[in-house]
């Protein structure tokens, strides 16, 4: 299953996925009336995300969002992996799903359904990559408890030969 993915096609797709995805967290800050603001600081719990979630919505100030690790994203730099911390987080309380493995899987599976009502199908590099990293990081984390070193290299491991690979991979990576 060892797939060669091009530079120019690596950089492409994630241009485009970086797009739809800033589409997707505008859009969002529009229906709900308040962005975001990176900061080391944000909300680690449900009960945290919340509780800023509603002050957000009571008076339109920022969603903290962590800024924390946002280098080797499959997204194309920090400042859209912010936007996808922020609609992700928005919809974590907007779904009702807390920071359990079963709901994040579950807020995991409807980002796929936001991306293929988008118009992006399985056999596209962005579905993939994003397949990877939204499936992938919640089965890894799931596994070990931990979060994954580099979002784009486990992402194209998982792309190229296949999530179980990808997963088993970052595991030796990260073996104590």
């Known amino acids: 299953m060892p797939k060669n993915i091009s530079e120019l096609e690596l950089t492409q797709a994630r241009s485009r996925l970086s797009r739809w995805m ?3 967290a505008n859009a969002t800050a529009d229906e709900l009336g308040f962005g975001w603001q990176p900061t080391p600081i944000a909300p680690n719990t449900y009960k945290g995300l919340k ?3 509603e002050l957000s919505m009571q008076d339109g100030r920022p969603l903290p969002v962590s800024s924390e690790n946002s280098t080797g994203v499959v997204f194309t730099d920090p400042q859209v992996n912010y936007a996808f911390r922020f609609a992700h987080d928005c919809h974590h ?23 293929a009502e988008a118009g992006f199908t399985e056999k596209d590099l962005e579905w993939q990559l ?22 784009l290299r486990f992402a194209l491991e998982c792309t190229r030969h296949g999530v179980e690979q990808g997963l088993a991979l970052e595991m030796a990576r990260n073996a104590v």
């Open 130 to 151: 994003f397949y990877a990293d939204a499936m992938g990081q919640v089965l890894y984390y799931a596994l070990t408890k931990q979060f994954v070193s580099d979002q």
């Open 51 to 53: 509780a800023a979630f």
């Open 93 to 115: 309380v907007m779904l009702g799903l807390s920071f359990s493995s079963r709901d994040e899987f579950a807020l995991a599976r409807w980002q796929m359904v936001m991306l």
């Open 22 to 24: 800033l589409g997707f």
